[in-house]
């Protein structure tokens, strides 16, 4: 990997340099939350923000999406992807799109989303976390592939990572914005990961954790939490890896339709509704469990689906806390 | 953008015939030549039937692969894009995406014999392996065991009766077992005592033997069925790795995206639509929530 140093001077004209790829969505605050806006100025940007409401996986797989148009009886794909950059993502970001690559990307490739992440531009930045993190414990607060570029905070301005061949090409290009990384820099950069490594308040035990769920299918613990749990579906907005879709046909005028397909929440009773009614998740229990059993999947390739931002926590209406019920439940083994 | 996967590729409605009051039986085939000499599946497949303007679902081929040239689904009116699809005609279009799923593996098991265990709309998916074991002529003795509502709910109604008559000659068995009584009922009963009786698809299994160390199991039915032909078997000591079973989900993409079928738990997870709806019952063992 290449690292290179980018002043707080520069970062403006860095940060405009980037325009040069495409609109720049980056962290904005609105209110009390953050949100990915398309921005204009450095000024704009919140970057000391801890989580965006929704993850950027919704440039990828967009809330309501078009797929197709209909027209003279033929389904027509829409036009292809303007090129654009994603600034600031944190590093949980990050793997929370290579989890859903996994998905996407896997044979047959779904075009919508691979021609969006072909058309991103990945600028992570590094961040401190806060009292719902806890990333570290799933390995997620670092990474190591899956951006172009990767802004670390130093004292007097970047630690940039290099990650990929569109990377090098922004950083060649802009050769004068940049300078070598000092001893000191790596001093510093060092310091503020030990810092940060410190600052978690919040853990999840891997070690066995698979097993140790399945086991406790039965649990008392998951019958609790159905019953404080208010079946709203925000933990699946919001959650980075979460991916289900719904597909429906609507009429724009008499003649067009559209093909959308828009987010959909196992917490909804129709998740696991089939045709004649039966259900395969009829109870706010199975559906409960379902999402904690989806989200814990251990891949042997992949590992969890769950990368610790946290997001499920802070804008869960009942409080519900995701590693507290899988404490809960671990413990309830016992 | 390359070839999009969620694209449907137009057919033909040839013919479309009632089985029962509720459900038809639609043949299409494919305009394009191209596509309809690609298209090739195997028995256990599905297809995603896709009404333009109105929706998309997931239907199982019920005709055989040894069939060439035109393909069959079987379709109960339950909902909003059932009873649309059921009001279309011959000679409109639909479109077709497809075969998904992993379907049965029916190389493996030639030689052998087979019961094919069917409830209901259950007995769409196994016509498609009946017609393949059949034409194909390459096992060595087919069972059908067929339980449904009433007589009027027999699917495919002249082919049962007709290999309940002839069958022999096939290697096949055929037999039947219905719920609601009806002078229909009694009157074949009547003609084929030993293999049409009052009661549940489980009762067929009555005087039945089989050489469990060269049979293959195949269930499909609505999903309260599943544990009590299961335990037939089990019980009859056939191993679970010969028990095959397919299954059903809501299925929107057909390819592993969309994520109502994920079954299971934090040690295994599986997608109906991609690793399955063929399962086994070794699946259902180490996968819960299966069945």
Known sequence: MRYIKLSSENFETFFNSLKGWGKIYGPVKRGSIYSFQNVERVTELSLDYNRTMLPPKKFFVRPRDTMFRLKDGKWENGAGEENFVLFGLHSCDIHGLKILDKVYLNEPADPYYKVRRDAALIVGMSCMPDEYCFCKSLGTHFAMDGFDLFLHELPDGWLVRIGSVRGHEIAWENEELFEEVTDEDLRHFKEFEERRANAFQKEIPQEGLADMLDLAYNSQVWKNYAEICLACGNCNMVCPTCRCYEVCDNWINAYEAVRERRYDSCFMESHGLVAGGHNFRPTRLDRFRHRYYCKSYFDPSAGFNCVGCGRCDEFCPARIEHVKVLEEVRGSLR | ?291
């Open chain 2, 1 to 291: 953008m390359s070839e999009n996967p969620y694209q449907t590729h137009d057919a033909r409605i040839l013919e479309v015939k009632d089985l029962t009051p509720r459900e038809k039986l639609f043949t299409l085939r494919f305009l394009d030549p191209e596509v309809s000499e690609r298209f090739t599946f195997k028995p256990g497949q599905f297809v995603i039937v896709d009404v333009r303007g109105f929706g998309e679902f997931p239907v199982s081929l019920c005709s055989s692969p040894t069939r060439k040239g035109y393909i069959q689904l079987c379709i109960r009116k339950v909902g909003r894009m059932t009873r649309f699809i059921h009001r279309m005609k011959e000679g409109e279009v639909v479109g077709i995406r497809g075969p998904y799923g992993n379907g049965f593996p029916m190389e493996m098991m030639e030689g052998s014999n087979l019961i094919l265990v069917a409830g209901g709309l259950g007995m769409a998916p196994l016509r498609s392996v009946l017609w393949y074991a059949i034409d194909s002529g390459k096992y060595e003795h087919v069972w059908l065991l067929y339980g449904t509502k009433a007589y009027e709910d027999i699917l495919f109604r002249d082919e049962i009766i007709h290999l309940l008559k002839h069958g022999s000659s096939m290697n096949c068995s055929v037999k039947l077992a219905y719920e609601v009584e009806s002078p229909s009922c009694i009157y074949l009963e009547g003609g084929f005592s030993d293999r049409v009786c009052r009661g549940v698809v489980t009762d067929l299994f009555r005087g039945e033997e089989f050489d469990v160390n060269n049979t293959y199991a195949f269930i499909c039915g609505p999903p309260i069925m599943y544990k009590f032909v299961i335990k037939e078997l089990l019980d009859r000591k056939l191993s679970p790795g010969r028990i095959y079973m397919t299954l059903e989900r809501r299925m929107r993409c057909g390819v592993g995206k969309c994520g109502h079928c994920i079954v299971g738990t934090s040690t295994s997870i599986k997608y109906v639509c991609k690793d399955g709806p063929v399962f086994t019952y070794w699946d259902a063992l180490s996968t819960r929530g299966l069945i």
